[in-house]
């Protein structure tokens, strides 16, 4: 399970010192800083960084050894069936990637400088001191290592985005019922076609065997 990587520091932050703090200025001042993101190979239903995929495989075999599929249908169903018993089993990732983000977040806030603005509630407003690239970059590279010390494996889930999420799990099986209902349809046609041709193939030899009547 992932949460044997999650951080103690990390276990005890509530959401509201993640996520606000009374000292900083509206969101027009401070700027979100991301990690560079890697979606690529990585979905909500599938294996997220510090999960273990050697469990995954384990799990998809029993299930092979259990329903013995036959086909590459049969093949794909009890495919779906262990990335849905897996991720049922580590719901928690979730959790732990939320408090990943909010901690990622916070570590940003803290380490790296913004401009000054004037008017800084508003929605608008002047540049009155700006930050130097090269400090704010240094800052950021800075910020960057430490959260990589302090989360540890959990990092990995702030490199993925907000894939490691519940919204993005809900969407990612709404498009995968979408498919299977279009897989579904596909296959009752075909074994309607099938059907069709099979009473076919059994009428054809009783007509033959009738034959043309002659007139008297």
Partial sequence: MITSILPR???TISNDSCISDPGLPMPVQVKKHHPALKHAGYAATGILPGENPA?????HR?????????GA????????MAHLVSRKKNLETFRIAELARARYAQIMRERVPEDKIDYPDLMFGTVIEKVDPAVREAAMRAAVDQARK???DAYGLVEIG???SVDQLMKGLEVQDRLDAMIDKCL???LFLRGLKSISRKSAPQ????GPSRAA
């Fill in 188 to 190: 009752k046609r075909l």
């Fill in 150 to 152: 302090e989360l540890g």
């Fill in 207 to 210: 007509a033959r065997l009738a």
């Fill in 73 to 80: 249908l049969e093949n794909d169903i009890i495919a779906n």
């Fill in 55 to 59: 469990e995954f495989e384990k799990l």
């Fill in 162 to 164: 907000e894939i490691a």
């Fill in 62 to 70: 029993d299930l092979i050894a259990e329903f013995t599929p036959d």
């Fill in 9 to 11: 520091s990390l276990g």
